[in-house]
């Protein structure tokens, strides 16, 4: 049968370790925004995963909206060069946005987002991220909730894709071998 797990060579971050750390991210979003209306910006498609899972572990009110961006650049690098696919529904004006992604990977994506929508007149911007990789220590982004760093390999799963692929895996894993060629 066509099973999704015959493409898989490990786990990396297992479901329950997902889900156990969503709870702690919750915790401290609910702690950090008290007594404020979060505004959660979900970045198009990697964070739907996260996104649906983080806004139904928090106790605070949010409102959701989403963004989709395109990074120009060669093959599978990010040139930090960021078109706007779909801008958001909402007025920033005085907002407290907290952008959600699924991962961070060079950082250019973010850098430029967060900038972008700092413009707009947000109260606040803050970043919340389910996986992080090495190179975007490298970015000056400050990034107030990590789930977890992850190695410099080719992840996938939990909205994370290979050629639009696998994101529906429910656990980050890396791919067998036999997928690329
Ligand atoms: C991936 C990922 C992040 C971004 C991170 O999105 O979901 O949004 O790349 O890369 P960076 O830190 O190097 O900028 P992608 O552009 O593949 O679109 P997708 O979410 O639709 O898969
Ligand atoms: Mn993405
Ligand atoms: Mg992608």
């Given at each position: 049968?066509?099973?999704?797990?015959?493409?898989?060579?490990?786990?990396?971050?297992?479901?329950?370790?997902?889900?156990?750390?969503?709870?702690?991210?919750?915790a401290a979003?609910?702690?950090?925004?008290?007594?404020?209306?979060?505004?959660?910006?979900?970045?198009?498609?990697?964070?739907?995963?996260?996104?649906?899972?983080l806004a139904?572990?928090?106790?605070?009110?949010?409102t959701m909206?989403?963004?989709?961006?395109?990074?120009?650049?060669?093959?599978?690098?990010?040139?930090?060069?960021?078109?706007?696919?779909?801008?958001?529904?909402?007025?920033?004006?005085?907002?407290?946005?907290?952008?959600?992604?699924?991962?961070?990977?060079?950082?250019?994506?973010?850098?430029?987002?967060?900038?972008?929508?700092?413009?707009?007149?947000?109260?606040?911007?803050?970043?919340?991220?389910?996986?992080?990789?090495?190179?975007?220590?490298?970015?000056?982004?400050?990034?107030?909730?990590?789930?977890?760093?992850?190695?410099?390999?080719?992840?996938?799963?939990?909205?994370?894709?290979?050629?639009?692929?696998?994101?529906?895996?429910?656990?980050?894993?890396?791919?067998?071998?036999?997928?690329?060629?």
């Amino acid at each position: 049968i066509n099973d999704l797990g015959n493409d898989i060579e490990k786990v990396l971050v297992s479901e329950e370790q997902i889900a156990a750390r969503l709870v702690e991210l919750a915790a401290a979003i609910d702690e950090d925004y008290k007594d404020k209306d979060i505004l959660l910006v979900g970045v198009l498609k990697g964070a739907v995963m996260v996104m649906a899972d983080l806004a139904r572990a928090l106790h605070s009110p949010v409102t959701m909206d989403w963004m989709a961006v395109s990074s120009y650049g060669s093959g599978t690098k990010s040139s930090g060069v960021v078109r706007i696919l779909k801008d958001l529904d909402t007025d920033l004006t005085d907002r407290h946005v907290l952008i959600v992604e699924d991962i961070i990977d060079s950082g250019l994506t973010l850098s430029w987002l967060i900038q972008n929508l700092r413009t707009r007149g947000a109260a606040t911007v803050e970043i919340c991220t389910m996986l992080r990789k090495p190179e975007a220590v490298k970015v000056d982004i400050d990034v107030r909730y990590v789930g977890f760093d992850v190695p410099n390999e080719f992840v996938i799963g939990y909205g994370l894709d290979y050629a639009e692929k696998y994101r529906n895996v429910p656990f980050v894993a890396t791919l067998a071998q036999h997928v690329y060629s």
